[in-house]
């Protein structure tokens, strides 16, 4: 009876939280948006699993497949997976976009599907108020975007100066799975499974 109470804690964590407790594996779908419903958001719930796992000893597996959304966000689930004392191996697959793509980045071992696709773009903002409130935000974007350009060249075989132009000459740049590789987003490409 105590193996089945198990199981069935095991899978109200999967369902609940995106956590396999026994695989300590994370699933990671869907936007790094807040919400405003008393609900918890996917980064609430990422972020939570990474700590809980982080208790026990061994690798954590985070599978990510997000269209991005707030900067502030990924900042957020970024510090906490690169400040956990456990091996953190994340995996990308679908669609890994905007600011998703720096959460796959800092793995300290990253992967992608052979099919994953990878978006990077210059962050958007909202400007709202007087003159000299838009100017501070306008400062403060800035500030955010070159930073994430320097969050990327420490994780990647580009320099800051390279991300920036490639979100600055293009309005999306895209990289399939051979792609992430060939510019170090990614470590390896996962096989696909042949019988």
Not at 23 to 39: K, N, T, V, W, Y
Not at 56 to 81: A, C, H, K
Not at 115 to 135: Q, R, T, Y
Request: proline share 3%.
């Amino acid at each position: 009876m105590a193996r089945i109470d198990t199981l069935i804690d095991s899978i109200k964590l999967t369902l609940d939280y995106g956590i396999d407790m026994q695989a300590r594996r994370i699933f990671f779908h869907g936007d790094m948006e807040r919400l405003d419903d008393p609900g918890e958001s996917y980064v609430e719930k990422v972020t939570k699993a990474l700590l809980i796992l982080d208790r026990t000893d061994g690798p954590i597996e985070l599978w990510i497949n997000s269209p991005g959304g707030l900067m502030s966000e990924m900042f957020g689930v970024y510090d906490i997976i690169t400040t956990r004392k456990n091996h953190i191996i994340t995996i990308g697959f679908g669609e890994i976009a905007s600011a998703a793509g720096l959460i796959l980045a800092c793995g300290d071992e990253r992967r992608a599907t052979e099919n994953a696709l990878f978006m990077a773009h210059e962050s958007s903002s909202v400007l709202e108020g007087p003159k000299s409130l838009v100017d501070d935000q306008i400062a403060v974007w800035e500030r955010i975007n070159k930073k994430w350009a320097d969050l990327m060249a420490r994780h990647t075989k580009h320099d800051a100066k390279w991300w920036t132009a490639k979100w600055k000459n293009k309005r999306e740049t895209w990289f399939n799975s051979e792609e992430m590789l060939e510019h170090g987003l990614v470590d390896s490409i996962i096989p696909r499974h042949t019988s």
